[in-house]
């Protein structure tokens, strides 16, 4: 079983910081992608940004400049570290993770629960 673990969300003003981390564990190797995914009211989800097992990130371009993502391999865990918030950037960040089971035979495709951001003006 792989499990996704979200922290960092809350409420913050306008052109403040907020730092997201999601940890995975299981018995997993280090996840080959991972990232960083989000929901607003009444939208559809939408990728934000995604970085590789060897650091290629990519990002949306809604926040591009502003947010920055990160990973530590050792700890199966990444970052995403948004800056000059927006009270567009308000919705739901999912964490994903793309990877292989110790098996090595089954992959997996996994998400975390979510945790709110939410930017006020």
């Known amino acids: 079983q792989v499990r996704l673990v979200e922290s960092g969300g809350g409420l913050v003003q306008a052109r403040g910081s907020l730092r997201l981390s999601c940890a995975a564990s299981?018995?997993?190797?280090?996840?080959?992608?991972m990232g960083w995914y989000r929901q607003a009211p009444g939208k559809q989800r939408e990728l934000v940004a995604a970085?590789?097992?060897?650091?290629?990130?990519n990002y949306a371009d809604s926040v591009k400049g502003r947010f920055t993502i990160s990973r530590d391999d050792v700890k199966s865990t990444v970052y995403l570290q948004m800056n000059s918030l927006k009270p567009e950037d308000t919705a739901v960040y999912y964490c994903?993770?793309?990877?292989?089971?110790?098996?090595?035979?089954?992959?997996?495709?996994?998400w975390g629960r979510g945790t709110q951001v939410t930017v006020s003006s």
């Open positions: 994903n993770a793309i990877g292989m089971l110790f098996d090595g035979i089954r992959d997996f495709n996994s």
């Open positions: 970085i590789t097992r060897g650091g290629s990130g």
């Open positions: 299981g018995s997993i190797f280090s996840p080959n992608v």
